[in-house]
């Protein structure tokens, strides 16, 4: 299952975090900080999977945006790997060319889009039209 | 309340300029006074404010009234920012949540779906197990009939619930014997995530769903054939999360059941076959086919398609891929070998990858798959790695090369040379007892010595510098005097001249004068040996050539006892005007030094020096009797250690744990933890049992096996964790600091 999934940038600083286990919040940000330093060191040439204490890291890096996520020892990696660029292929078609900023001031419909696409630590609905409808609708019922 | 609350993105313009901890603060301090006054239009703003706080890492536990406020209202758009704060702020451990319950009730059955799949996705990240099982039927009714986009979102909810209480299973096992039927991908990924989910908490679940095979073959069949589908295809592979999915169930149901697995043979054979692997989503799709197809029982012809295929893996030029096939066929080889030596060569190749933790595994790899027969050129190839290799990867790939010898050498100079190599390369990251077996195989091969001793010889020249100096003595100073020795070759030098000095009587006045240079030494080790030596030439010359005699032979029973005296030895100079017998062995590396630490103790009477020596060794090695300790009292509990050095090895010592109690009653559910620094192991052996009776019963004893080669002082952390007759259980954390000097020297 997934443990967390996280969006951190090369400063440093989370830009996205959804823990789907519980995790103390000092501890998240302790997670956090060694979760992107193992990132950053990682050339380019390193493979995309890295074995932390007790589950494993993929990650993916987009310009400056690092995406981050925690998966239990029996989860199949590749398949999240995948899932990580549905996930900002979908909010590339809904931002329209997404880039930091505008996640950060969206965040709560990023979150909306994460939490089709994820639920509950398993891999939900994984077709963009579909995760996108409810966002539309909810964007027609803010505007009116 | 001075000014008009900021918005969301001002307060993000506000955070990412300077000083923000003080802006947070101020923001805090609002957001709290208008959730007092209950503001109503402002709620959301404040609310998502609260949670960009919350991402940073502030505490915002404040916020949770407002979140239930803001659930309960009618508008859709504060009910959407409730949900997602509850989710971000709440969790079962908080009081707050209980409140959530009759809300997501209340919304489970309005008529808007979407406020349905809100409360939906709260309990299925929130639901504690008292809400799940008072919520139950109402995901039931809606997993079985609401329209489709819901009923994915409660099979979801359903996932969480089999997880918190796995009674509830059998209620969802019809409901998923029916969506079976359906057709909706969507619909079939979220039914198969719940029956795995199901089948691995209960194993007459699984069994009912054994009977399903055939149709999650049939599902997976059509995903392969239907061919392109707008909607779910990714880079030309159908749906393939759902088929991972659906590879994954179907691993889970053929484990143990051998119809289950004939079943699906030839489905997966299909999809290993049929799937395309230029981009990551077919190889994704691939590797789940494997790890399903080396889990069940299937014919031997698709085990060979697996390993091959991860062969495949291996040359491809993505590293994950790489990767994710190096650490599969490491657990693949541990159950058959055979099958993967054809791939023995492209795993020699990853060695040389550019990605360090893909070298990492490499190694493993290679080392699990040697065998007698391919033993000399892995070896080769291992030493060239060994050789280039950073030195975070030495100690691991030296100790592995050196069991491998030790396994499967084919003749004793092979595995010397080897062990040589090794050494040479390495250096200081071999393990400590390599030195000892290196010493003990060349005592043990007499025929050997001279061609070891040349060696020997060369690999020490070539190691400090370019001396071409015939003189062994000569090369032994420079040993002693050069900047690169480290403290323990310089002792064990200095040794070796000591030996020396018996068997070449002209350069005695030498090597008296290097011994006492080192009289005055820094380093304590080495002015003890020196001064020791010193008198050795002055005072008790005579025994000098008894002392320093040639060792007998130490067999490889006796390494693990205290007494292992290392063999004498002598090094012959490549010069012919050697005086010395031609049988006596070369010994740089003498690990425990030669004459024990008081050879001023006089002979005495006519019994030979060679046998008082073995003597003085039994002495020192019996020791006191070291003191128990008294570990924690406490809550009519009592801890003891009891210490034994067994006079075998010296670096173990045995404690003996016992708990008893002080006053009437039993404690149940003891269970002891240990950890010591890291240089030290230790290893705890079954407790005689798990609850402590009152103070006439017998007290739980437990025994904890302490290894300290390094003579490290002891401490240790311990964890108690034990239930009083009072009823709550209770964990205690110690450290002990004060164990006795003798349990560790």
């Keep these: 299952m997934i443990k967390f999934f996280l969006m951190v940038n090369k400063q440093g600083q989370t830009r996205l975090s959804r823990y789907y286990e519980h995790v103390e919040i000092h501890k998240r940000t302790m997670l956090e900080a060694e979760v992107i330093k193992n990132c950053l060191s990682r050339s380019k040439e390193q493979c995309s999977f890295i074995e932390y204490k007790d589950f494993k890291l993929v990650y993916r890096q987009y310009a400056a945006l690092f995406i981050v996520v925690g998966i239990s020892e029996t989860e199949n990696e590749m398949a999240v790997y995948e899932l990580i660029h549905n996930f900002v292929e979908v909010l590339d078609r809904y931002f329209s060319r997404v880039s930091e900023l505008d996640i950060m001031f969206n965040l709560d419909r990023v979150h909306i889009i994460l939490d089709e696409m994820v639920l509950n630590g398993c891999i939900g609905e994984t077709n963009k039209n579909r995760i996108l409808a409810p966002l539309f609708v909810l964007d027609k019922v803010a505007e009116s | ?745």
């Design chain 2, 1 to 745: 309340m001075g000014d008009p609350l900021m918005t969301l993105p001002e307060l993000i313009r506000g955070v990412r300029g300077a000083r923000t901890q003080e802006l947070v603060q101020r923001e805090c301090a609002r957001i709290r006074g208008a959730i007092r006054t209950g503001d109503p239009q402002a709620g959301t703003t404040n609310l998502t404010k609260l949670l960009y706080i919350h991402l940073l890492g502030y505490p915002a536990h404040f916020g949770q009234m407002e979140c239930l406020k803001l659930l309960a209202s009618p508008q859709f758009h504060q009910k959407r920012i409730g949900y997602l704060g509850a989710a971000l702020l709440l969790d079962e451990r908080q009081d707050a949540h209980l409140l959530l319950t009759n809300s997501i009730k209340n919304d489970l059955a309005h008529p808007s779906p979407c406020v349905q799949g809100l409360a939906l996705a709260c309990l299925g990240c929130l639901g504690s197990a008292g809400m799940c099982r008072d919520l139950v039927g109402e995901v039931q009714r809606l997993a079985g009939d609401a329209l489709a986009p819901m009923r994915r979102k409660a099979v979801a909810c359903a996932v969480h619930m089999v997880r918190k209480v796995p009674e509830l299973s059998d209620i969802f096992v019809p409901v998923c014997d029916r969506l079976l039927k359906e057709h909706s991908q969507g619909l079939l990924h979220g039914t198969l995530l719940l029956i795995t989910e199901m089948c691995e908490r209960r194993p007459d679940v699984l069994n009912h769903f054994r009977k399903a095979v055939p149709r999650v073959v049939e599902i997976l069949h059509n995903l392969e054939v239907s061919g392109y589908s707008l909607e779910h295809s990714i880079m030309g592979v159908s749906n393939p999360f759902l088929q991972v999915r659906a590879l994954r169930l179907l691993r889970v149901l053929g484990q143990g059941s051998e119809e289950a697995s004939e079943a699906m043979n030839d489905t997966l054979a299909q999809v290993a076959m049929n799937t395309e692997t230029s981009h990551n989503v077919g190889s994704a799709v691939l590797y789940e086919t494997v790890l399903t197809i080396t889990a069940v029982h299937s014919a031997p012809g698709l085990r060979v398609l697996a390993v091959n295929i991860l062969g495949r893996f291996l040359l491809s030029r993505d590293r994950n891929i790489r990767s994710v096939a190096l650490m599969s066929l490491l657990r693949l080889v541990r159950v058959d070998q055979s099958a993967l030596q054809r791939h023995r060569a492209t795993v020699l190749a990853c060695l040389r990858d550019p990605d360090p933790s893909i070298h990492r595994r490499a190694l493993d790899l290679s080392l699990a798959l040697m065998t007698g027969a391919n033993v000399r050129t892995m070896t080769q190839e291992l030493l060239g790695f060994l050789e280039t290799c950073p030195p975070a990867m030495k100690p691991p790939c030296a100790s592995g090369l050196l069991f491998a010898a030790e396994r499967f050498a084919p003749n004793k100079r092979w595995h010397i040379d080897t062990m040589l190599q090794v050494l040479t390369m390495a250096g200081s990251s071999v393990p400590d007892n390599a030195v000892s077996r290196l010493i003990q195989l060349i005592v043990g091969a007499g025929e050997l010595h001279p061609y070891i001793v040349r060696r020997l010889y060369g690999a020490l020249a070539c190691d400090i510098s370019q001396v071409e100096e015939g003189q062994v003595p000569a090369l032994l100073e420079r040993v002693l005097q050069s900047h690169l020795s480290l403290p323990p070759t310089r002792a064990l030098a200095l040794t070796a001249l000591m030996k020396l000095s018996t068997r070449l009587p002209g350069d005695i006045d030498r090597i008296r004068r290097i011994v006492s240079v080192f009289g005055s030494c820094h380093d304590i080790e080495l002015q003890q040996r020196a001064v020791e030596y010193n008198a050795l030439f002055r005072k008790y010359d005579h025994l000098r050539a008894s002392v320093l005699e040639k060792m007998p032979l130490v067999r490889a029973e006796e390494e693990e006892g205290a007494e292992v005296v290392a063999p004498g030895g002598q090094k012959r100079a490549p010069f012919s005007t050697a005086q010395e017998e031609p049988s006596q062995v070369a010994d740089l590396l003498d690990l425990l030094g030669g004459p024990p630490a008081d050879p001023l103790v006089p002979a005495g009477s006519d019994t030979p020096v060679a046998e008082s020596l073995l003597d003085l060794l039994e002495d020192v090695t019996t020791a006191p009797p070291i003191p128990p300790l008294r570990v924690w009292e406490g809550d009519g509990l009592r801890l003891d250690f009891a210490f034994q050095r067994p006079p075998a090895d010296p670096h173990l010592l045995l404690i003996t744990a016992s708990a008893s109690r002080t006053q009437p009653g039993t404690t149940s559910g003891f269970l002891l933890q240990a950890a010591v620094p890291k240089a030290l192991q230790v290893q705890l052996e079954a407790p005689s049992g798990t609850s402590v009776p009152g103070p006439d019963g017998a007290p739980l004893s437990q025994q904890l096996r302490v290894r300290n080669p390094g003579q490290a002082p002891l401490r240790m952390r311990l964890r108690l964790a034990y239930t009083p007759p009072a009823g709550v259980p209770v964990q205690e954390t110690l450290e002990i600091n004060d164990f006795p000097a003798a349990a560790w020297q």
